[in-house]
Nanobody, 122 residues
Framework: VQLQASGGGLVQAGGSLRLSCAAS????????IGWYRQAPGNQREMVAT???????DYTYSVRGRFAISRDNAENTWYLQMNSLRPEDTAVYYC?????????????????WGQGTQVTVSS
């Protein structure tokens, strides 16, 4: 599975950006999709996820400002980011989880995009 993230850039506080993640395989194959971010000196953190059933989850700091969505026909998912803040500055990575089975055991495999820089100026 290959993931290609795009859409990052430099924006002023209060502005908006939309990130895209294009997958090399059908999104129907994924147990979950999502976006993570990593700021300098910090650990990578979950920003938004969506299950195969469409359930979404967001880290507290972005609720009401960010929205994850997907286009199964295009094998692509998005992160719409509104009301951006300087603390949203980070490298954003898209993620896909594929579940496999061996006997009764389930395995989750994580795939990552290459990251796209988002910089929010004050």
């Amino acid at each position: 599975v290959q993931l290609q993230a795009s859409g990052g850039g430099l924006v002023q506080a209060g502005g908006s950006l939309r990130l895209s993640c294009a997958a090399s395989e059908s999104t129907f194959r994924f147990k979950a999709i999502g976006w993570y971010r990593q700021a300098p000196g910090n650990q990578r953190e979950m920003v938004a996820t969506m299950s195969s059933g469409g359930s979404t989850d967001y880290t507290y700091s972005v609720r009401g400002r960010f929205a994850i969505s997907r286009d199964n026909a295009e094998n692509t998912w998005y992160l719409q980011m509104n009301s951006l803040r300087p603390e949203d500055t980070a490298v954003y990575y898209c993620n896909a989880v594929v579940e496999t089975h061996k006997g009764w055991t389930r395995y989750n495999h994580d795939y990552w995009g290459q990251g796209t820089q988002v910089t929010v100026s004050s």
